[in-house]
């Protein structure tokens, strides 16, 4: 089965950190680029990290909203992606969502309290 299936969120302190995992099976997961994206309460779902094949070299890049705060990351021995969200805003609250290709994950809420 084809899937992608996302963790790690919850509720964090504005200043605070989460790391989110995103778990990959039933596909050859090195070939392929994964990108992080969120989509808030009201508002359309938008790109927050990504990070390429192994054919790529694993290039990374970042929204400029996360730049500098949030790092992507990942373990092909593990068929996983990792966000790393440093230095949390109100404004970061979302739910979060793993995709690759044209699979996306049910998503992970991160909510972020002032």
């Known amino acids: 089965q084809v899937e992608l299936v996302e963790s790690g969120g919850g509720l964090v302190q504005d200043g605070g950190s989460l790391t989110l995992s995103c778990v990959a099976s039933?596909?050859?997961?090195?070939?392929?680029?994964v990108k992080w994206y969120r989509q808030a309460p009201g508002k359309e779902r938008e790109f927050v990290a990504g990070?390429?094949?192994?054919?790529?070299?694993?290039?990374?890049f970042y929204a400029d909203s996360v730049q500098g705060r949030f790092a992507i990351s990942r373990d092909n021995a593990k068929n996983t992606v990792y966000l790393h969200m440093n230095s949390l805003k109100p404004e970061d609250t979302a739910i979060y969502y793993c995709?690759?290709?044209?699979?996306w994950g049910r998503g992970t809420q991160v909510t972020v309290s002032s």
């Open positions: 039933g596909f050859t997961f090195s070939e392929y680029s």
């Open positions: 990070i390429g094949s192994r054919e790529s070299g694993h290039s990374i």
């Open positions: 995709n690759s290709d044209v699979i």
